[in-house]
């Protein structure tokens, strides 16, 4: 079956620090890679997603690069700041859609310090 | 607003009770789903329905019931309430343009 591996956390930054986050996946087929990100106290929000191999996706200075041969979905961004600090999912759809059944990581926290 | 609305937020249940789940959506998708999220777990699925009249268990369904009579509506069951199901929920809409999550709700059961 499905499944997404995520980096253990928590991880913790001072401002203006280089972010990863590392994910890879076990899936059939080819399946569309989500990263979410969840803030405290509410639900989750789409933060990027890609739905073939070697497309990016960027969003808010944040990008993940859908690497078939390595199956990976790493997040990356430049410099972090205090409100980036939330929770960090990692998500995958088979079937290369946007709206199948999502299978999730484990979560990454993610605290960035002044 | 156009969105995903769970009620209640917050709900304290005593073993063995039961209680019901709100899930309302207004964007008409036909997709909706229940995940329940616990510490170093991630989300996991519970139930799922891809349109009104038909539902389907997801990875962890036991202890939980679910009906779409409507696009809109998607409650979830617990029928007897037990420690183990203490979590936050989370309800979930999709179409072809991706997932909206609901807000959660934080459930404890003591």
């Known amino acids: 079956g499905n499944s997404v591996t995520q980096m253990e956390g928590p991880v913790t930054l001072s401002e203006e620090a280089f972010l990863t986050i590392n994910c890879t996946y076990t899936?059939?087929?080819?399946?569309?890679l989500f990263w979410y990100v969840q803030y405290p106290g509410e639900g989750l929000q789409l933060l990027l997603k890609a739905t073939k191999a070697d497309d990016k996706g960027s969003n808010k200075g944040f990008e993940a690069t859908y690497r078939k041969e390595t199956t990976s979905f790493h997040l990356e961004k430049g410099s972090v700041q205090v409100s980036d600090s939330a929770v960090y999912f990692c998500a995958l759809i088979s079937g290369g859609t946007s709206y199948g059944k999502l299978t999730f990581g484990q979560g990454t926290i993610l605290t960035v310090h002044p | 607003n156009a969105g995903v609305t769970q009620t209640p937020k917050f709900q304290v249940l005593k073993t063995g009770q039961s209680m019901t789940l709100q899930c309302a959506q207004d964007?008409?998708?036909?997709?909706m789903s229940w995940y329940r999220q616990d510490p170093g777990m991630g989300l996991r699925l519970i139930h799922y329905?891809?349109?009104?009249?038909?539902?389907d268990q997801g990875e962890v369904p036991n202890g939980y019931n679910v009906s779409r009579s409507t696009t809109e509506d998607f409650p979830l069951r617990l029928l007897s309430a037990a420690p183990s199901q203490t979590s936050v929920y989370f309800c979930a809409s999709s179409y072809m343009g991706g997932y909206t999550f609901g807000s959660g709700t934080r459930l404890t059961v003591v």
């Open positions: 329905s891809v349109g009104a009249g038909i539902t």
């Open positions: 964007m008409n998708h036909e997709y």
């Open positions: 899936a059939t087929g080819y399946p569309s």
